[in-house]
């Protein structure tokens, strides 16, 4: 029954469960058939660990568990999921339309293992030409749109903004400067004097001619890349004309600089304003979606996806759950173009609609110009694809050959390696990396900032001991959380099954910005005690290891160091009664590479690699990799402290202020040393102010 037909008295099972009822996940889903609504939701099926492992939706509730419930020819991987279903929820909705941009919430939130997931799910980035000051600024863009301003995009890298900003500062001369360096200059800044911003933080162009070129930019950015090519070249004729060949240079420079943004637009689209398009390649299990950018008419580029499903699942079916993924939480063009026929085409589209709040289509081209253009997406993905099994299974015999050299017992999936960075013992910083058998895994990098105040400046051996600490004591946090979660008990239940139904009185909402709102009619049903069961050993194929989520815990953990650093590293992982393996790299004599020393608990002497070996070769990446980060950690700390003005720490210092010591000093520096009466001869300098400044310097000194 639909929500608007559903009895406002609660639902409740009328019939209980014999004692000796077989513990099987079919049964279970048995049992909620007696009080499921025929209308349109989304289910949830749930594990004994209380883990949700598969998120769907229905036209017709009570008919899709019927279809679980009943013996029939599932495919094995749908036996393998109801086996081990324990407990269902509901959530019951108007549209079929709403029930799908909920189940693609769903899936993102939960990331079940038996659902198709959108892995590398980053926000795009977009150019945003601000206009809450008064001289609008030109900046790369990325999360929510709450600043005021016009946003360009999507781009499919940050690389792609960066120079597209980078070459509209040559066309238009926008300022890229925060507004606080805005209002601190006092003179023009490097970027004038290389041609890439007109200065307007210091009047040498007035705001109404700056904001000329602001349009220009803004019209450029919206597609009238030809009208800003013609002004330019009439422009730079008549400066020619009138023998102002300074000016004629300034105009060319600007033509050739949007010659450069519009020549890295390859593949543009005729007729299309504003599309994505999306061609997909399944090969060996796997898949690939590439997905192409269109705004404006012109292409923004284009980024490859590889989302993790089932082998048994069927190419359309994974293209369609992608696309709804992908725009849970992301602006919907109005036209979507698809390399293949979706089975639920006209759904997705309606779908897509309701969240946009207008007109979205959703096509699969049988002929003209956009049939090319999705056959060139399809060719991306296959070729992308290519890649990826041919970099996969390398990955994988690297893999193998780490395990057997340092006498692992599988090989590792999840490789964690450690050094530290620092100059002195300042700004230092310990990082971690991450690998696995796709490659590495950036996302799952972490850096630490050294906190011990007791600690030696240049202590490695400390460093690497509170970077260690502080890394296993969130591996044991987390793991104790998820066994006291995955060991907790169903809620009890009485013999007979209960329900609770929350039911709105309203059509539920719908949240535009990203995906369904959950507060839709609830409906959960708790089976009966004893009911529950795991799904079997037999069951767990390598298949479902494949579906598993990348593993939180490392299966050998690589130190950047000698004997002292492993020494640490086992101290640590013994006080936190951990057993994973570790292994010191040290370098060999004279540091050469290639003559690393591998020490590993238990071996009297260490290991050495053949020069030759691609197992080395891997180590040496992997540990050079944990170099590279640590010294951009590193650097960037530094970085921000020998940015910092100590002025920006007093209290009731502005910009303007700020600007006036800076001017009358010259320096923070000079203004640290001068005393409260020249402090006060400084305009807008209060004698309380000045006193403020000088017991602030003075303060740190004692």
């Known amino acids: 029954m639909s929500d608007e037909t559903a009895p406002e008295r609660p639902l409740s099972a009328t019939a209980a469960l014999p004692a ?55 495919p094995a991987r749908t036996m393998r999921m109801i086996a081990a279903t324990a407990a269902m929820e509901f959530v019951t909705v108007r549209t079929e339309a709403e029930a799908l941009l909920l189940e693609a919430n769903l899936i993102k939130r939960f990331r079940p293992r038996y659902n198709v997931l959108l892995r590398d799910d980053k926000s795009f980035p977009y150019i945003l030409i601000a206009t809450d000051h008064r ?48 209002e601190s200059r006092t003179r023009p800044c490097l970027l004038y004097q290389i041609k890439r911003c007109s200065a307007p933080c210091t009047g040498l162009i007035g705001l109404q001619d700056y904001n000329g070129l602001v349009d220009e930019a803004r019209r450029f950015l919206r597609g009238e890349s030809e009208n800003a090519r013609q002004m ?61 950018f ?32 992908f725009y849970d939480d992301k602006p919907v063009p109005s036209r979507i173009l698809v390399s293949h026929k979706l089975p639920n085409e006209a ?23 956009k049939v090319g253009i999705v056959e060139h997406a399809a060719q991306n993905a296959r070729e992308a694809l290519a890649r990826r099994l041919a970099e996969s ?55 630490f900032n050294i906190r011990s105040v007791d600690l030696v400046p240049g202590d490695d051996y400390a460093m690497m001991r509170e970077v260690l600490s502080r890394r296993l004591k969130r591996l044991v946090f987390d793991e104790a959380s ?44 708790d089976p009966p005690a004893g009911s529950a069961s795991a799904p079997a050993d037999a069951a767990e194929t390598e298949e479902d290891a494949e579906l598993a989520e990348f593993p939180a815990r490392p299966d050998l953990m690589l130190i950047d160091g000698g004997l002292g650093q492993l020494g640490i590293a086992r101290e640590v992982l013994a006080a936190f009664g951990l057993d994973i393996p570790v292994v010191g790299i040290a370098k060999g004599p004279d540091r050469d590479a290639g003559r690393e020393h591998f020490h590993i608990p238990g071996r009297d002497k260490p290991l050495l690699l053949e020069t030759r070996d691609p197992v080395l070769y891997f180590v040496q990446r ?80 004692d």
């Open 20 to 74: 000796d009822r077989p513990a099987t996940g079919a049964l279970v889903i048995a049992e909620y058939l007696k009080t499921l609504p025929s209308g349109p939701g989304v289910y949830r099926m749930i594990d004994a660990a209380g883990s949700v492992i598969y998120v769907g939706k229905a036209r017709n509730l009570k008919a899709r568990v019927t279809n679980y419930a009943r013996a029939g020819n599932h």
């Open 135 to 182: 001289a609008p600024q030109i900046l790369k863009h990325r999360g929510a749109r709450n600043r005021k301003g016009e946003y360009f995009g999507p781009f499919a890298s940050a690389g792609a903004v960066n120079r597209t900003i980078n070459m509209l500062e040559r066309a238009f001369l926008l300022r890229s400067c925060s507004d606080a360096v805005f």
């Open 232 to 292: 330019y070249q009439r422009l730079m004729e008549e400066a020619s004309a009138s023998l102002d060949f300074e000016r004629a240079a300034a105009y060319r420079n600007r033509l050739w600089a949007l010659a450069h943004v519009t020549a890295d637009q390859a593949i543009n689209l005729d007729g299309i304003e504003e599309a994505d398009v999306f061609g997909a390649h399944q090969d060996a299990g796997q898949t690939c979606v590439q997905v192409f």
């Open 294 to 325: 269109f705004r404006s008419g012109q292409n923004w580029g284009n980024r490859a996806y590889f989302p993790r499903a089932d082998r048994t699942l069927g190419l359309e079916e994974v293209l369609e759950s992608f696309i709804a993924q």
């Open 347 to 369: 759904l997705l589209a309606e779908a897509l609609s309701t969240k946009a709040e207008r007109k979205v289509e959703v096509t699969a081209p049988q002929r003209g110009a």
């Open 393 to 447: 299974s390398s990955q994988r015999q690297l893999l193998e050959g780490l395990g057997q050299r340092f006498g692992l017992a599988r090989p590792p999936r999840r490789i964690e390696v450690f050094d530290n960075s620092h100059i002195m013992g300042t700004n230092a910083v310990g990082a971690m990396i991450v690998a696995g058998p796709e490659g590495f895994v950036k996302p799952q990098y972490r850096r």
């Open 482 to 525: 998820g066994k006291a979660e995955a060991t907790a008990p169903l809620p009890a239940a009485a013999p007979a099954a209960s329900v609770s139904r929350l039911a709105p009185a309203e059509p539920p909402p719908i949240d535009r910005r990203g995906g369904s709102a959950l507060a839709f009619g609830v409906l959960r049903l």
């Open 622 to 701: 992997l540990r050079d990799e944990a170099h590279r980060f640590a010294i951009g950690a590193h650097r960037s700390k530094r970085s921000k402290a020998l940015g910092v003005n100590p002025l920006d720490e007093i209290a009731g210092i502005g910009p303007t202020r700020k600007r006036a010591l800076l001017k009358h000093f010259g320096s923070a520096k000079a203004v640290s040393r001068a005393s409260r009466e020249d402090l006060a001869g400084v305009a807008g300098i209060s004698a309380q102010m000045a006193q403020t400044i000088y017991d602030f310097f003075h303060e740190r000194r």
